[in-house]
């Protein structure tokens, strides 16, 4: 097994984890704040399933089925990521087409609340991009 597969199968384990976060008790607060920091709802649920489902297929099929994947969602969760930033709302989940944007902020619970995208959009991408090489 490839690098690029295992670290899929790494994101298969996060994304199913953060599929998880509304359904621990103690992970949410009384607002349905995920460590009192931001809303998961349905629909970020089953964004979070179906790309864990992606990774590890991909990460079970083939190293370049890994890369694949890593390249694509690394660059479309890094993305939505970054709209975070600027609107408060991401893309994958419409929410940006759903909601009226809250401006761009650079305070903490912002980038608490868009890390986790921006870290494993970021990884995803450098690692599909520049790990495991063949020459």
């Known amino acids: 097994m490839s690098l690029l597969q295992k670290i899929a199968l790494g ?17 949410t607060d009384e607002n349905g704040l995920a460590f009192g920091i931001f809303a998961l709802d349905i629909y970020d649920d089953a964004l979070h399933v179906a790309s864990a489902l992606w990774a ?20 479309a969760y890094l993305i939505d990521g970054i709209f975070g930033m600027f609107t408060g709302y991401g893309f994958l989940d419409l929410a940006i087409f759903t909601n009226a944007s809250l401006g761009f902020d650079l305070s903490l619970p912002r980038w608490l609340a868009n890390l986790p995208h921006l870290l494993l959009g970021g990884f995803g991408l450098f690692a599909g991009l520049f790990l495991d090489r063949r020459g």
Request: zero cysteines; aromatic letters at 14%; proline letters at 3%.
């Open 11 to 27: 994101y298969f384990v996060a994304l199913m984890g953060a599929a998880s976060i509304n359904y621990i008790p103690g992970l």
């Open 56 to 75: 590890l297929i991909a990460g079970l099929r083939s190293r370049d089925a890994a890369r694949t994947f890593l390249i694509l969602f690394g660059a």
